[in-house]
């Protein structure tokens, strides 16, 4: 390869978003993905906002709407809502990602398969060496006046660099059925520590007459398998009737935590590499990507003023933490606070939460990408929710209000 002004490590949406902005902007991109297919495996449910959507700037990916979600405590006590507007999208994982791609290499950046980042050799004329190598076992070094690690939870970008991970990693397992019983305009989730611990279970309408079952779990011991196959004896008490065989597994992790620094000398950390993850839900797609916009801002204007320092690429930092660092210190706060609860406290919680005026708060102020929003609120209004939680959720209610930022129009070529 050819120096280039930026190597993007990762095809996944924050790196493509990045690469996208990049190559639109009239910078020499390479974008390396290390598996031979663009979107393949699978790296998540496929649950996403519009805020998604219009960051891509399409819909083709859409398989279904959702309109609400069902929560099922340990002992299957249900509280639900449905809008009469969708609050979310079921779509095609892999399409997204394809698309994506596809939408950067149009403009201008070029897509390397099969290769992995192996490493860094040293600096060159002001350029960051990077060390490949491709599925066949051929090594090659590319330079590069800044390398954006979009790489995921693993980040060999961030260990070269020497940035510190997140504090913790969820492993995850999902499966994916071709049919499966269910309102297929909800999303379910389910609580109970005895196969969730951490966080939750989930069963996600594939907009196709099948479903996505999956938990994400703390790391104890237990393999996440082990938790899924828990849930899934769960679900189909739900259902009252077993699953069919799955067509596919996933197997991953989810970054939980805060990473003290995503940004240095000729490098910008996205996505998951950067723990852009929402810590109540594990998802990270409109977060990744949106960061990844807010980078590709702040490299356009260091690769024109020719300063990649770890000075020049700080503005990244500040400016991503502004628009969710609070979100995220709120959301991690209370997610804490939730992991303490006990199976008894969880099914108590369901029952505080099945009152009719409660359910309209979550219709009114639901908002899958800013979750902490709608928590204050079923808090204020639900003193019987407050007395079942610790006394720290005094401190966590306190302050202003806020609401979550609106996205400008997406900008299309």
């Known amino acids: 390869m050819d120096d280039v002004d930026v190597l993007v490590v990762g095809g996944g949406p924050a790196g493509s978003t990045a690469a996208f902005r990049l190559a639109e902007r009239g910078h020499r991109v390479v974008q390396i993905e290390e598996h031979p297919t663009v979107g393949r495996p699978v790296q998540c449910a496929g649950l996403v906002s519009r805020r ?22 340990p ?13 979310a999208y079921a779509i ?6 394809l698309y994506l791609a596809e939408r950067a290499a149009r403009a201008g950046a070029v897509l ?6 192996d490493g860094l050799a040293a600096p060159v004329n002001g350029h960051a060496e990077a060390r490949l190598t491709r599925l066949d076992g ?23 660099f020497r940035l510190r991970r997140p504090v913790e990693v969820l492993p995850a397992f999902e499966a994916e059925y071709a049919s499966s019983p269910g309102d297929p305009d909800l999303v379910e989730v389910y609580l109970g520590r005895s196969f969730a611990p951490g966080l939750f279970g989930w069963w996600i309408p594939d907009g196709q007459g099948g479903a996505r079952i999956g938990i994400a779990a703390d790391a104890d011991g237990t393999s996440a398998r082990a938790y899924f196959e828990r849930l899934e004896r769960h679900v189909e008490r739900r259902f009252g009737r077993p699953l069919p065989r799955p067509v596919s597994y996933l197997a991953s992790g989810i970054p939980i ?6 940004s240095g000398g000729r490098v910008l950390l996205v996505g998951d590499a950067a723990a852009q993850v929402k810590p109540l839900s594990g ?5 990744g990507m949106r960061c990844a916009e807010i980078a590709a801002e702040v490299a356009d204007a260091a690769l024109r003023a020719d300063d990649l320092s770890a000075r020049g690429l700080a503005p990244y930092e500040a400016a991503w933490r502004a628009e969710f660092g609070e979100e995220f210190r709120k959301a991690l706060a209370l997610r804490r606070v939730f992991t303490r609860l006990s199976d008894r406290d969880l099914d108590a919680l369901i029952a505080a939460l099945q009152g009719s005026r409660l359910a309209g708060t979550i219709v009114a102020f639901g908002d899958i990408d800013f979750p902490t929003h709608v928590a204050r609120e079923l808090l204020r209004e639900s003193p019987s929710l407050v007395r079942l939680l610790p006394k720290a959720l005094g401190a966590w209610m306190g302050g202003d209000a806020y609401r979550a930022p609106e996205l400008e129009p997406p900008r299309r070529k």
Do not use: C, K, N, Q
């Not at 002992?75 to 609050?87: I, N």
């Not at 330079?143 to 260990?159: C, F, T, Y």
């Not at 998802?283 to 977060?287: D, S």
């Open 257 to 262: 935590g805060a990473v003290p620094r995503t």
């Open 75 to 87: 002992s299957l006590g249900e509280v639900s809502f449905r809008a009469e507007a969708p609050r």
């Open 112 to 117: 390397e398969t099969a290769v992995r980042f």
């Open 138 to 160: 051929s090594t090659e070094r590319v330079r590069a006046r800044l390398i954006v690690g979009a790489d995921g939870v693993a980040s060999a970008v961030a260990r070269a």
């Open 92 to 97: 095609d994982r892999a399409g997204l990602d």
């Open 52 to 73: 998604v959507l219009d960051l891509a700037g399409s819909e083709t990916m859409v398989r279904a709407p959702v309109r609400g979600a069902a929560v099922f405590g």
């Open 283 to 287: 998802g990270g797609i409109f977060t």
